[in-house]
């Protein structure tokens, strides 16, 4: 009769009814991987991408969950910020293939992630193509043209470099973000001159009407390296370093398949990567695919205890975004050194096969 | 000394807002103490102050060659031209449908259909077919805003009382100044009603339109800003996002106001 | 005891919000199929017509619009191999699943504080602001941060197409709770019902015609959302398959997906339109 009796009524309905959907919300949280006290992990959460390299191999013929000893459950990644988004979130125990860009970026913000291998040094496998009717012959003739990359990527970074090395502006030259596939609807549509980008977008757009223009060489010598990465949680890896060794393992016989025989692994990547065999295999040869043991030299990741160039690498890039606006500080070069651990790579190296 | 009895008058005058200031208070606090007291990264939840400098930081160099003023004006544009084509023609399609039983079942399954499909969805359609300039993105917007206005505009023909048609009619009004004087007026508050939900819904999906190719609108700049995790620049473009929406929500009820004040009566 | 003049003060102001407040307030039931049936089934033969007839004749590059044919074939194929190991049924299932888990999680919490905050002013006063600002918030805007908060799985895709849902369904209770008519009230008190007898017999159903739109506008946004939320870290779902079709520049495989969401789409408000009017049958009727 009250008013505080129903006051309380509807106040203890409205709590029951807060704390039922409560439980029901957490209850709906996917569990954590809990990391179980051994050697083993039972899942391991994989960010990938899709796309015509030897990783597919390892992927394919199951020799990542081999000698990784675990399960691999894998999460097909659009761009290297997914990654570094999901590792942020704790979503992924490794990153593989994420470009230099991002992992340069996520060392910079402290993301909970180690670089222990490489997938390659991307060299002239990302590079610029150039509509043959917008007549560019030099970078001076880009002014005013429309170049496309995917934002955020290591053939963003190149381009944005291209761009400070010949002193063009973005008022003079208009740089758009699109994704690859969108890159290619817009070449056919005659929307931009140019892009940026990598296979098979890059091979569809020459294909087209494109020609290359190389800025590869010039670029990788002023310092504007890119490279795909792959990186492990560092709670991951301190719990199962076995896995991550196995991992790297998995990977360095993918990239031996690659180099003795060539056509079995591109039919092999072909059918991952749902493309034709021959598609596969010029994409791949574009790539320099650094093998495990020159990764551990001085001018690549460097051996445990004696860093190598790339830090460097890492911190340029790191660098270049800040002045980017994309993050705000760039630690110093010790920082990207510690972030680099390569005792995994050291006993997948030795391992062989 | 004369702090405290005005600080009590204050406190009186205030009311019920009271409640309001407390709670907003409250959320300050834990906000405040979250962050700067480390229990959450700054990643994750930006402290007020990193929130601060942050817009500073935006409103001061802009964001990528653009300043955060044109980043804004060029959302509201999108969204503007968008809502404005659409509830046009949705106000006028709607209007024959209420009109006419035959108008109504030809257009009705493709408004149907329309409105509820997801707009993301039919996007990437768009990208192919229009390029990627602003036509594919305010096409989605005007696609968006019409079945909206297209089923309030219906419903407000529908609801006007056939007494009244009936009335005029006999008085000798021709059609077209039964719809001018009866029809018309009277549909105007669901028309409004209509219009202000469609205003929402684009808002909404003005996001979705910026992941097309541009560099531009603040829609874009939260996507791009989230890619590097630059939870700061996230953050003052989500709120500046939401006071945007609520100002335009404001502006639509005050020209409903003017407009339509006799809303409510019959 | 309740001041009477207060509660009529509020009913009265709450009645002005409400006829003034959107969204939430087209209390008449949305009218459904009406005229000659065979001019419907016309509109919609004549837009395959036209799909047919611009394929036909090419006048748009085959790579931009498959024919309807193509479409056809490939849908036949999906049914029977599935989208990139993934069946239709499946990503159909993932996708209703996120939009009715977020939906029904906001009814169950929106609802007993909206209802809250329309009866009491205190309420309302601690938490409208906060349920007023998330309305115009678009959901793809704060989904990096949900990501971030919540990890890449269905949780936070979920917490997505909640805090969409939410304020909608609060803020349809609350003005629900206003359209009470207080004479209802003060009568049935007279007749010497209890608080909560009040609140079950006259209060509740007053509001539920509002809820339910509330509901039905809620649930509308929510399936919108649920494909804007495939868009980042998805591994299933109809806006996956999507997505994942304009990558490999599948424009037969997106239209599949645009016709099967529009179909689900329709469904969901037809479905939700007839339980409105089961149950709400009051509705209109003083």
């Not at chain 1, 190389?214 to 002023?222: N, R």
Request: include cysteine; glycine fraction near 10%; charge should be positive.
């Amino acid at each position: 009769m009250s008013q505080d009796q129903f006051g309380v009524l509807d106040r203890r309905i409205f709590l029951k009814t807060a704390l039922v959907s409560g439980a029901a919300l957490t209850a709906g949280l996917p569990a954590r991987s809990l990391l179980a006290a051994g050697k083993a992990p039972d899942t391991i959460r994989v960010g990938f991408f899709l796309e015509t390299k030897p990783t597919m191999i390892a992927k394919g013929e199951g020799w990542f969950d081999k000698f990784a000893g675990g399960k691999c459950a894998w999460s097909e990644a659009g761009s290297g910020a997914e990654i570094n988004t999901a590792m942020a979130a704790k979503s992924l125990d490794i990153g593989l293939a994420i470009g230099s860009s991002p992992t340069a970026a996520g060392i910079s913000q402290k993301l909970p992630y180690q670089l222990v291998g490489m997938v390659d040094n991307i060299g002239p496998a990302e590079d610029m193509i150039v509509r043959k009717a917008a007549n560019i012959k030099k970078p001076a003739d880009f002014k005013g043209k429309k170049v496309a990359t995917p934002f955020g990527s290591t053939s963003h970074f190149r381009l944005l470099g291209f761009l400070k090395v010949n002193n063009l502006t973005e008022k003079d030259v208009t740089v758009l973000d699109l994704r690859p596939d969108a890159e290619v609807a817009a070449w056919t549509r005659g929307d931009i001159d140019a892009a940026y980008v990598w296979s098979p977008a890059k091979a569809k757009m020459l294909a087209a009407g494109g020609e290359s223009f190389p800025t590869y060489k010039e670029l990788d010598a002023k310092g504007y390296v890119i490279a795909d990465l792959i990186v492990a949680a560092t709670a991951f890896s301190t719990a199962y370093p076995d896995a991550v060794t196995g991992f790297l393992r998995a990977y360095g016989n993918a990239l031996e398949m690659w180099k003795t025989k060539p056509a079995d692994a591109a039919a092999i990547v072909a059918k991952q990567a749902g493309v034709t065999p021959d598609v596969a295999r010029h994409d791949m040869e574009e790539y320099d695919f650094v093998t495990l043991d020159h990764q551990l030299s001085g001018d690549w990741l460097g051996s445990p205890g004696k860093a190598g160039k790339f830090a460097e690498v890492l911190k340029r890039t790191a660098d270049f975004l800040v002045v980017q606006k994309s993050i705000k500080a760039a630690p110093d070069l010790g920082s990207f050194q510690k972030a680099i651990n390569t005792t995994f790579l050291a006993q997948a190296a030795k391992a062989k096969t | 000394m004369s702090a405290i009895p005005a600080l009590g008058s204050l406190w009186r005058a205030l009311g019920e807002r009271r409640v309001t200031a407390v709670s907003v208070l409250v959320v300050m606090l834990a906000w405040v103490g979250a962050t700067e007291g480390g229990l959450v990264d700054d990643l994750f939840l930006p402290s007020p102050s990193s929130l601060w400098d942050g817009f500073l930081d935006l409103v001061e160099n802009g964001y990528k060659s653009r300043t955060i003023w044109e980043h804004a004006g060029l959302s509201l544009e999108r969204v503007l031209s968008g809502f404005v084509t659409g509830a046009l023609v949705g106000t006028f399609l709607g209007l024959a449908m209420g009109y006419n039983r035959k108008v109504e079942a030809f257009f009705s399954p493709l408004i149907e259909f329309l409105r509820p499909l997801p707009q993301l969805a039919y996007l990437v359609l768009l990208i192919v077919w229009f390029g990627i300039d602003e036509t594919p993105q305010i096409i989605l917007l005007f696609l968006t805003a019409l079945p909206v206005s297209a089923i309030a505009a219906m419903d407000g023909v529908k609801g006007v009382s056939v007494l009244r048609m009936q009335a005029a009619r006999s008085m000798g009004a021709s059609e077209w100044q039964v719809f001018r004087y009866v029809v018309f007026p009277s549909a105007l508050h669901e028309i409004f009603t209509g219009a202000r939900l469609a205003v929402g819904v684009v808002y909404a999906t003005l996001i979705a339109a910026e992941i097309i190719a541009g560099s531009t609108g603040l829609g874009w700049m939260i996507l791009d800003a989230g890619r590097f995790l630059r939870s700061d620049y996230v953050f003052v473009g989500i709120l500046a996002i939401g006071i945007m929406g609520l100002l335009l929500d404001r502006l639509l009820l005050a020209i409903e106001h003017r407009v339509v004040h006799w809303a409510g009566r019959d | 005891m309740l001041d009477s003049d207060a509660v009529k003060g509020w009913l009265v102001w709450g009645r002005r919000q409400v006829r003034r407040s959107a969204s939430a307030l087209r209390d008449r039931a949305e009218t459904g199929l009406h005229g000659p049936h065979w001019l419907s089934v016309l509109s919609v033969v004549l837009v395959f017509f036209a799909w047919w007839f611009v394929h036909a004749f090419a006048l748009v590059p085959e790579v931009l619009l498959p024919g309807p044919g193509e479409v056809g074939a490939t849908f036949i194929d999906i049914l029977r191999n599935g989208y990139r190991e993934t069946t239709l049924w499946q990503n159909s299932a993932a996708t209703l699943w996120r939009c009715g888990a977020g939906f029904l999680l906001a009814c169950l919490t929106g609802v007993p504080l909206g209802l809250a905050m329309g009866y009491r002013p205190r309420v309302r006063a601690a938490c409208d602001y906060i349920v007023q600002f998330m309305r115009p918030l678009p959901p793809l805007s704060y989904l990096i941060l949900l990501i971030l908060w919540l990890g890449t799985g269905d949780a936070s895709k979920i917490a997505l197409l909640y805090l969409t849902a939410f304020p909608i369904v609060a803020s349809s209770a609350m003005a629900g709770v206003w359209t009470t008519k207080l004479e209802r009230i003060q009568a049935a008190r007279a007749l010497g019902a209890s608080e909560t007898q009040v609140f079950r017999y006259v209060v509740f159903p007053s509001a539920l015609p509002l809820i339910f739109t509330g509901g039905r506008i809620a649930l509308a946004a929510a399936f919108s959302t649920v494909v804007a939320a495939e868009l980042m870290a998805a591994t299933d779902g109809l806006g996956w398959m999507v997505f994942s079709a304009s990558r490999f520049l599948r424009n037969d495989v997106i239209i599949i997906g645009i016709i099967v969401l529009g179909i689900l789409g329709m469904v969901l408000s037809r479905l939700v339109l007839v339980l409105d009017s089961r149950i709400v049958h009051w509705r209109g009727v003083e």
